[in-house]
């Protein structure tokens, strides 16, 4: 089955355009979290001459375990995504020159396809909390 979170730019009209899709937290390839439902993407793509951009957010609930209390909850997350895409090679970084901060949001792709899903993986992971809580004032385990 075709991707729909690859996306060939020759199909973008010029400027923005809404894209959403609905996929599953197997297509995102996320392992190690119970994704409770579909994962929503919201996105408006950009496209200039030189460069694409991808804004908006993804939506999802996940099934976590407390570190508390241990008991088994689910919570909804909102992402916010901001990522561009410049089609080439990345340029190298100059020796002892700084790693621009657009570096991290930007990446680059040959050819006409790019693809939605890394950005859309990492957010969802790293939106996990390492230790999570079902609530502020969970009062652990009651013994
Ligand atoms: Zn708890």
Same mark, same amino acid.
């Given at each position: 089955? @075709?991707?729909?979170?690859?996306? !060939?730019? #020759?199909?973008?009209? $010029?400027?923005?355009? &809404?894209?959403?899709? *609905?996929?599953?937290?197997?297509?995102?390839?996320?392992?190690?979290?119970?994704i409770?439902?579909?994962?929503?993407?919201?996105?408006?793509?950009?496209?200039?001459?030189?460069?694409?951009?991808?804004?908006?957010?993804? @939506?999802?609930?996940?099934?976590? !375990?407390? #570190?508390?209390?241990? $008991?088994?909850?689910? &919570?909804?997350?909102? *992402?916010?995504?901001?990522?561009?895409?410049?089609?080439?090679?990345?340029?190298?970084?100059?020796?002892?020159?700084?790693?621009?901060?657009?570096?991290?949001?930007?990446?680059?792709?040959s050819?006409?396809?790019?693809?939605?899903?890394?950005?859309?993986?990492?957010? #969802?992971?790293?939106a996990?909390?390492?230790?999570?809580?079902?609530?502020?004032?969970?009062?652990?385990?009651?013994?």
């Open positions: 089955m @075709k991707n729909p979170l690859i996306i !060939n730019r #020759v199909n973008l009209e $010029e400027g923005g355009q &809404k894209f959403r899709q *609905e996929v599953t937290a197997e297509s995102l390839e996320i392992k190690n979290l119970n409770v439902g579909l994962v929503v993407i919201d996105l408006e793509i950009f496209k200039t001459d030189d460069m694409i951009t991808a804004t908006g957010t993804v @939506k999802f609930r996940v099934k976590l !375990n407390c #570190v508390s209390c241990l $008991e088994d909850y689910e &919570k909804d997350f909102t *992402e916010k995504i901001y990522q561009e895409y410049v089609s080439g090679a990345k340029p190298k970084v100059i020796a002892g020159g700084r790693i621009e901060d657009a570096d991290f949001i930007r990446e680059y792709y050819g006409d396809y790019f693809n939605l899903t890394p950005i859309i993986r990492d957010t #969802v992971q790293l996990i909390p390492i230790a999570p809580w079902c609530r502020d004032d969970c009062p652990g385990v009651c013994v």
